[in-house]
């Protein structure tokens, strides 16, 4: 009785452009971008604090054009990245009061709250202190 | 009166024959508003093109036998319907991400060896004796765990996930979901057990929420929701000393 | 089939998530309204803005409070972006930004960003308290 090889099966290859074939991909690989312009940004600022080391009479704020379209573009990643992150908190967190699992909507309007009250208190003492 | 017809374009891929896979065309006929993609598929066997290999079950959404790509989708053949699709052509592929064996027709040898490795079923340190009758729960227990226990192993998620496509050695959606199903059972003592594979560095970690294997979902599993719950208790296992979830 | 050797917890990936979870609140919550004030409205003197002078600026970083919740922001959002970035190249198909001497370079990115932010913090407008 002759014995066949096993007949070769088709390997799958993952096309390189996989995350423009679809909107949700294409969305998520923005989400995972946003960390770069973010980052950028929080580099900017390390950069300003450091600036406050140096003599008064030299210092000298960003405030180009150019360094103001630079924030309204990481202010849109980051807008992103909160509302993206924030909602999906409401999957990741799961606890029980009194042997009830509390919704998600609930968590997630809880985090958006949160977002609220650290944005007006952020914005409020880079404001306050200013004067 | 005109018939209608659909044009249904089927991956043909013959191991012997075929160095790579190719489209054929097909025109079915639509007869009926209620015909899905897989009736298709059983008018193309049974009266074009016999040779033609696919998997298919139930035809009810249950088994999970029938999944496949429509265009470009992972969905169940028996629960697509042509009128979403008519007059355009339909595009039937194989599951994306695993090995092709003929046709439509995929490998799925890696994803029963991840089933097996999450030991899907309940494990007691001790048997409860057969005097003692049966494991009781409550509906509020069951509720713990039910939405993870409906899935029907149809591994669209898998089709779903592109880490799963660029990594093959990630443990991936659907036994995530059903580890963490006995994992929530209040029957079951077999977490630590569990925990090496679910824990490891292919497991659960290489997830990045991509969430799309709960957007393919046919059965409303929430896959996503699973691997990432059980990254937070596993952390939270870690990190407070006396965190146990058994 | 993978080897039964390396099924077992993963504790450093474990806390890199950890980690990642954390510094992506503190990110969501916190850098939307610095980019506002401090990136767009400060600059179009829309409002006054504590970095737009050296003495309001170096009133507020000489505070210890401030330069712990610095710290704190900077520490745990660049380890989220070094942990986001990197897998942005694994989904990019760069296959080696999952070895060990890539999770070395941005994590250890993520360190020395850390670092060099306590330097400046504590280089940078003397605690008055």
């Not at chain 1, 990481?74 to 909160?82: E, G, I, K, Q």
């Not at chain 2, 991936?172 to 057990?193: C, F, H, M, Q, V």
Request: charged content about 15%; overall charge positive; aromatic content about 14%.
């Amino acid at each position: 009785m002759e014995t066949q090889a096993a007949p070769r099966e088709y390997r799958w290859r993952m096309p390189g452009n996989w995350w423009t074939r679809n909107r949700h991909y294409f969305n998520y690989m923005l989400r995972e971008f946003s960390s770069v312009p973010m980052a950028l940004w929080m580099l900017w600022l390390l950069v300003e604090i450091q600036r406050a080391g140096g003599a008064a009479s030299q210092y000298q704020p960003h405030g180009s054009p150019a360094f103001i379209a630079f924030s309204v573009i990481v202010l849109l990643f980051s807008l992103y990245h909160s509302v993206t992150f924030l909602s999906l908190a409401g999957t990741i967190l799961h606890f029980k009061v009194f042997d009830r699992p509390v919704p998600s909507r609930l968590i997630v309007l809880a985090m958006f709250g949160m977002w609220l009250v650290a944005s007006v208190v952020v914005a409020f003492v880079l404001v306050w202190f200013a004067r | 009166m005109a018939d209608k017809t659909l044009s249904i374009k089927a991956t043909r891929f013959d191991p012997q024959h075929d160095e790579k896979p190719r489209l054929q065309s097909y025109e079915v006929p639509f007869y009926d508003e209620s015909m899905v993609v897989l009736d298709a598929l059983n008018y193309i066997k049974s009266h074009v093109d016999g040779s033609l290999s696919y998997r298919w079950s139930c035809r009810m959404g249950i088994c999970g036998s029938c999944g496949m790509m429509v265009n470009g989708v992972p969905k169940l053949t028996c629960s697509a319907f042509l009128r979403d699709y008519w007059p355009r052509p339909v595009v039937v592929e194989p599951l994306n991400n695993f090995p092709i064996i003929r046709d439509l027709v995929i490998d799925m040898d890696d994803f029963m060896h991840k089933l097996k490795a999450i030991k899907p079923w309940i494990i007691r340190k001790q048997d409860i004796p057969l005097g003692a009758g049966e494991h009781r729960q409550t509906n509020e227990q069951i509720d713990d765990f039910r939405q993870f226990s409906q899935c029907i192993n149809c591994m669209l998620c898998y089709a779903a996930c592109p880490v799963y496509g660029l990594n093959g050695e990630f443990l991936g959606p659907a036994a995530t979901a059903l580890g963490r199903r006995y994992n929530l059972d209040s029957r079951d003592e077999g977490l630590k057990i569990r925990l090496p594979v679910i824990a490891e560095a292919e497991g659960i970690w290489e997830c990045s929420f991509v969430g799309e294997c709960s957007v393919v979902c046919p059965k409303g599993v929430d896959p996503a929701k699973a691997i990432q719950q059980t990254k937070l208790d596993t952390t939270l296992r870690f990190v407070l000393p006396y965190g146990s979830r058994e | 089939m993978r080897a039964e050797a390396r099924q077992r917890p993963a504790l450093a990936h474990l806390f890199f998530w950890f980690l990642f979870s954390q510094g992506g609140v503190l990110a969501a919550l916190l850098l939307p309204a610095h980019v506002l004030v401090q990136g767009i409205l400060g600059p179009l003197g829309f409002v006054p803005v504590v970095d737009r002078h050296h003495d309001t600026w170096i009133n507020v970083l000489g505070n210890p409070l401030v330069k712990l919740y610095l710290l704190v922001f900077f520490a745990f959002a660049f380890f989220h972006y070094a942990h986001r970035i990197r897998y942005f190249l694994v989904d990019l198909g760069v296959h080696a930004a999952k070895s060990v001497p890539a999770q070395v370079i941005f994590y250890g990115g993520a360190v020395v960003v850390t670092l060099i932010t306590l330097w400046v913090l504590l280089t940078t407008a003397p605690l008055f308290h």
